[in-house]
């Protein structure tokens, strides 16, 4: 099992977050967008926090910091526009072929 918040410490990737009541929300994911000032500004596009587990993406109600990933879970990020109230979540991963299951 990993947390959210080690998974994004590995991952590799440049991030900044806010902490809320609720665990820390995503700001910036490299560098998108270039500058921020808050996680969520009004009219503006934000990151939407879904996770996967069981091949079925749903989005967190919590920060990405509250989530536990067991294997084969993934944890995902959509960047979308402040009025989608209802985004997609990302494409279901899939095995490559050889790969392992």
Do not use: R
Not at 30 to 56: I, M, R, T
Request: proline share 9%; aromatic share 10%; hydrophobic share 35%.
């Amino acid at each position: 099992m990993i947390d959210g918040q080690t998974l994004m410490d590995e991952s590799g990737l440049q991030y900044g977050a806010h902490e809320l009541g609720s665990g820390k929300s995503m700001c910036q994911v490299d560098n998108e967008p270039a500058q921020y000032s808050q996680c969520f500004p009004s009219k503006q596009p934000y990151w939407a926090l879904f996770v996967e587990q069981h091949g079925v993406w749903s989005s967190s109600p919590g920060g990405f910091t509250d989530v536990k990933l067991h294997d084969a879970e993934a944890l995902g990020w959509h960047y979308v526009p402040a009025a989608d109230s209802t985004p997609a979540p990302p494409p279901v991963a899939q095995t490559l072929a050889g790969m392992g299951a």
